[in-house]
């Protein structure tokens, strides 16, 4: 990276510690523990201005130690206490300490630059799609959602390929029973739609999401379910949940939503980006509508409950991960090759929605998920370029 840029990181950086100080200030005298803060946002500063002065020779392990330093003061912004929700020291501190002010994805640009990123280190750095609800691929240029077909591994495929067979049988009688009774319509639709995935092999994890929307509706109509089908339903779903643990796909996306335990605002970060995403795809002509249906989907999902299942939240923080992934190296490979410009001006469009959407807490959040810690790189990387 050119000095003028890490200039330019660096004194934002200075710049937004200088705005924290000034907040905290007014507290200076009646806390020493935020005098202390204020000291030692003030000797980063410090740290900071001597990098500045010496650009030139700004080195990684520069870098490593003002992030050191850095977090040593949000652990110190964490420590303090007496201050109420509301009062503007407290929102600061936090800014400090959850990083909201960014100071750890400026480290991240700093970084990235020092150590001289090129668009193959992050096409090796980018996975492939991952076992998700949702997968994506750009073609001629479109970003749009590709089939996922069941798959069962050789050794499973007997057991696996029985098991959903039985399911899909009975699915038949459950959906007839069902019919039968003054259930309600979005009742009957939710396992309609479910046997419809079975019968089409549907990729894994919609099937899991469809079995898990199931269950939410029958719990939601209970009290309008006669005990004898309300027996059948139940236990259509508990068979249908047994038949996809026959099947490695399934067992490993469980796991890893088990791991992906996000707190609610988190989720919500999350679900906002998706909600940025779709709106600025809305227009776009380089999104297919089947990505419009994707992000709506998977937003829905995590919105029907206060609290919602951890595999709902690894569906939408996958949504998330795989369009970063298609879209970048779709883009990355279009420089290499020599693409129409058309595509690659048209990926850069869809890039710049995904920076827009990264900006307001998906970075942070997503990070939490395991396995999707390299998108904030990657992130950090686009954003450099588009400067």
Known sequence: MKPDRLLKLLKEMDSRLSRLSVQLDNERGSSKAVSTLIDDLRDIRTVIKRRIGKIASVTTSDVDELERIINDAREAAAAIRG??????????????????????????????????????????ATPGQKTAAFQFKVLDGILTVVDQPLYAAERERDRAVAALNDVIEYGDYVNEELSKTNASPRLRYEFQNLQGKLLAHNNIVQVGQSANRCTVSVDAHSEELSAPISGILISHLRTVFDALSQFEQWRAYCEDAALANLDVKSVRALSEAVKSLGSQFKNEPAVDKSVLGALDA??????????????????????????????????????????????????VCVITALLVAGANGMIPAIAKVPGAGWIEPVYNFFKLQSK
């Open 83 to 124: 201050f109420s929700k509301g009062d503007p020291v407290f929102l600061t501190l936090e800014s400090i300490s959850s990083d909201k002010v960014g100071l750890l994805n400026l480290i991240a640009g700093l970084k990235i630059g020092l150590s001289l990123v090129t668009p193959d280190d992050v096409i090796s």
């Open 298 to 347: 998977v937003d829905r999902w995590v919105s029907e409950e206060a609290k919602p299942d951890n595999r709902d939240v690894l569906s939408l923080a996958r949504t998330l991960e795989n369009i970063w992934s298609a879209v970048t190296k779709a883009l990355l490979l279009a420089g290499k090759m020599a693409a129409k410009e058309s595509t690659k001006a048209a990926m």
